[in-house]
């Protein structure tokens, strides 16, 4: 009893002891599977999902003398879309918008022109036009009274320079422009065809358009997000733990004692007259169901032998209780002879 109450304390820290190491085992395993899931949508979300927007600035060149011949060039540009050395900009597979930004003056000029025709085309890396598109644009109309009144309301703002009279022109050049996969587009050559336009900046504008997978991606990131993590969790742990099932060492038998090898022939010699006593009587019973006379003799040789075991022990028994007496007597002779 003393030595059980000694050994009760170790018995509750090894118990707690194994305890704590299994919950910091769960603890950094249940860390690595949930940074490994996050590892593997990021990257999946970083290869996936392409870059949504891309401006390029465009600088238009043009004659600012007088033309010969009333013949002017056109302001022109080429812009690089691909750096050499470097991947693509443009996912290929993947749609996209491109327009034109123009900031353009409210001028005379620009009014007297009116309408006017962008071209754009897409030039592979060996020069040849893969693509190319004519949209048209104009400056947005506004009366003399209009013009008047604005004027007089930001005039202050137009003194101190934080206003101008100015308009931003979106020309729409492509709805849904798709790279190729053989050969894709390193530059974009802009054309205006109108030698008198005045432009302030332009801008070249790519943005994507998403659609199935990926517009879900990006529209909701947060909860695309915690539904591919949590996919990929669940199915790092199931590799993981038919990993540790296929890895782990199978459970040893525990090594019986020698007291219990020393039972076991005795065991087994029992468990073996068991069987035969069973088996026996259902072979008994078998035959009295199919053969009564047999059983009835079967039944009366047991009765038989057992009576005739029973008289030979009784026999050995009264045998040696004579012999005893027997001699008890011959003793008592002698010692009345004496």
Not at 242 to 255: D, F, G, V
Not at 277 to 301: F, H, M, R, W, Y
Not at 327 to 333: I, T, Y
Request: proline letters at 4%; one cysteine or more; a positive charge.
């Amino acid at each position: 009893m003393i030595f059980a109450l000694l050994k009760l304390p170790l018995t509750v820290f090894g118990g707690v002891r194994q305890l704590a190491s299994q919950s910091f085992f769960v603890a950094v395993l249940f860390s690595v599977i949930t940074w490994t899931s996050i590892l593997l949508y990021g990257v999946f979300y970083w290869n996936y999902i392409p870059k949504s927007s891309h401006i390029f600035p465009v600088h238009l060149r043009f004659e600012s003398k007088a033309c010969p011949g009333g013949f002017c060039d056109y302001p022109m540009a080429n812009v690089t879309i691909v750096r050499p050395g470097q991947d693509d900009y443009l996912a290929r597979g993947q749609r996209y918008k491109m327009y034109l930004e123009l900031e353009m003056p409210e001028s005379e000029a620009n009014q007297r022109i009116g309408m006017f025709t962008v071209r754009l085309d897409m030039i592979s890396e060996d020069g040849e036009v893969l693509r190319s598109t004519q949209r048209s644009g104009v400056l947005r109309y506004k009366s003399v009274l209009v013009r008047l009144f604005s004027t007089l309301f930001y005039i202050p703002m137009l003194l101190l320079g934080s206003a101008e009279e100015k308009q931003t022109v979106s020309v729409l050049l492509f709805e849904r422009y798709m790279e190729d996969y053989a050969k894709p587009a390193t530059q974009a050559g802009i054309m205006i065809r109108n030698s008198h336009i005045e432009v302030y900046t332009a801008t070249l504008k790519i943005y994507a358009d998403f659609t199935g997978l990926r517009y879900l991606l990006y529209n909701w990131p947060l909860t695309s997000a915690v539904v591919g993590i949590s996919t990929n969790f669940f199915f790092v742990s199931l590799v993981a733990l038919l990993s540790w099932n296929h890895l782990a060492p199978a459970k040893t038998k525990p090594r019986r004692s020698t007291a219990d090898r020393k039972k076991r022939p005795s065991d087994e010699k029992k468990k073996s007259e068991e069987q035969a006593d069973e088996a026996e009587d259902d072979t008994a019973s078998d035959i009295s169901s199919n053969q009564p006379d047999l059983v009835k003799g079967t039944v009366e040789a047991k009765e038989v032998r057992k009576r005739k075991e029973l008289d030979e022990t009784t026999g050995k028994t009264l045998r040696k209780l004579f012999g005893a007496t027997a001699r008890g007597s011959d003793a008592s002779l002698s010692l009345s002879w004496r």
